[in-house]
């Protein structure tokens, strides 16, 4: 199972019909796993590691990157072979800007969790190109591709996938830890996240403490906090109740109005339609293609809307 752990410690990712419950900077697993890996020097050596990486040019396209966040052309995944063969994406072309605001919808077996695994560098394809924030994803090693999920993608899953003995800002905390940022501002940037889901005031407590509603506003919290251009949101709204869902819903809104990139996985019709484009998958392929508003427009329900954090 691929897992977008925080160390570079990270596994090649492989085929993978879903995403590990284990998130970025989220889970129990992630920590005892790279803690192994890394005894004791887990922040300083990934912190070298990736200042060196970039100041010798691996990626020196993505750091001034003024183009799309995600380009994908001719993407395939094709598992199996011969009379076996599946093919999950048959040749996706796909263009996601800086501050759009995109629903991937598709019935199972569209391709569209596939597609998310390879948006979200959990999974490689077959054939074709993905560039991530201008980064050729197929020329990282497994290590940068844990760098790039934890600096370039904040992921919301819809298990929350936070850790049940630490508080809210502890969880929020960790991938800054893995980051290498220093405590003191690790502390600062949890708290101002906290924030500004509106949960400031829930920052001590444990997740059995919080509500569902609750415990995905952190999950938010936790994704933007490393400030990734890109928010990946894998059925955000499944676990949650209605009042829930809409806060969550509220709160993705405010995100996008704000000028956050966010791609949402789902098969609600709800949630799809306060994004501003909305993508439907079927056989691994785009079937349709239809942007509600203007790029640069808020999405279709910010209008009007009193938020309450």
């Not at 796909?94 to 969790?113: F, P, Q, R, T």
């Amino acid at each position: 199972m691929v897992t977008p752990w925080c160390c570079p410690s990270s596994p090649t990712p492989g085929v993978a019909a879903s995403p590990s419950p284990v998130a970025v900077g989220s889970a129990e697993a992630s920590v005892a796993g790279d803690a192994r890996d890394q005894p004791g020097d887990c922040e300083h050596d990934w912190e070298h590691d990736w200042e060196h990486d970039w100041a010798h040019g691996w990626a020196h396209e993505g750091r001034r990157h003024r183009g799309p966040v995600i380009e994908l052309n001719a993407l395939h995944k094709i598992y199996g072979h011969g009379d076996t063969e599946v093919r999950a994406l048959d040749g996706v072309d796909l263009v996601v800007e800086h501050g759009d605001y995109v629903a991937i919808m598709g019935a199972s077996g569209s391709g569209k969790s596939t597609l998310m695994n390879i948006i979200g560098c959990l999974d490689v394809g077959t054939s074709g190109r993905y560039l991530l924030d201008g980064i050729d994803v197929r020329r990282l090693d497994e290590r940068r591709l844990s760098l790039v999920r934890n600096r370039k993608i904040g992921f919301i899953f819809q298990s929350f996938n936070l850790i049940s003995r630490t508080t809210a800002q502890s969880n929020v905390e960790l991938p800054l830890a893995y980051a290498g940022v220093k405590s003191a501002e690790r502390a600062a940037r949890a708290a101002a996240a906290l924030e500004r889901v509106g949960l400031a005031q829930r920052a001590n407590h444990v997740p059995s403490e919080l509500s569902g509603g609750q415990q995905q506003r952190v999950a938010v919290a936790r994704a933007i906090v490393t400030e990734p251009v890109l928010l990946l949101a894998d059925e955000p709204t499944g676990a949650l109740d209605s009042h829930s869902t809409a806060d969550v819903l509220a709160l993705f809104d405010e995100l996008a109005a704000g000028g956050r990139t966010v791609v949402v996985i789902t098969h609600e019709d709800e949630v799809a339609h306060h994004a501003k484009r909305i993508i439907r998958m079927g056989d691994g392929r785009v079937l349709s293609d239809i942007r509600q508003v203007e790029l640069h427009e808020p999405p279709p329900e910010v209008a009007g809307r009193a938020y309450r954090w």
